[in-house]
Nanobody, 111 residues
């Protein structure tokens, strides 16, 4: 059974940082593309970043330079480092591996 569990969200102030983690079981993070998305109220779900098994990284222009995706093959974890957060980053954040999604984690940025 495949399971993805996000952690590391919370309430921060503008300009602060958070690192989201995605604990993966049932699939190898090193053999599949890991992706991060977010969904803010009243907006469409937004793709943020992806890292392929070869380590190739792509990042959405909207967060490029502030968000960095990574993974730890030994721990079978995915990560999203988010720097210089602002209120527009407030959303539920999700990790995805193939067609499997985590339950999401809330990030709230206060002004």
């Amino acid at each position: 059974q495949v399971r993805l569990v996000e952690s590391g969200g919370g309430l921060v102030q503008t300009g602060e940082s958070l690192r989201l983690s995605c604990a993966i079981s049932g699939l190898s993070v090193g053999e599949n593309t890991v992706m991060w998305y977010r969904h803010a109220p009243g907006k469409q779900r937004e793709w943020l970043a992806a890292i392929t098994p070869s380590g190739s990284i792509t990042t959405a222009d909207s967060v490029k330079g502030r968000f960095t995706i990574s993974r730890d093959d030994a721990r079978n974890m995915g990560y999203l480092q988010m720097n210089n957060l602002n209120p527009e980053d407030t959303a539920a954040y999700y990790c995805r591996l193939n067609n499997h999604w985590g339950q999401g984690i809330q990030v709230t940025v206060s002004s």
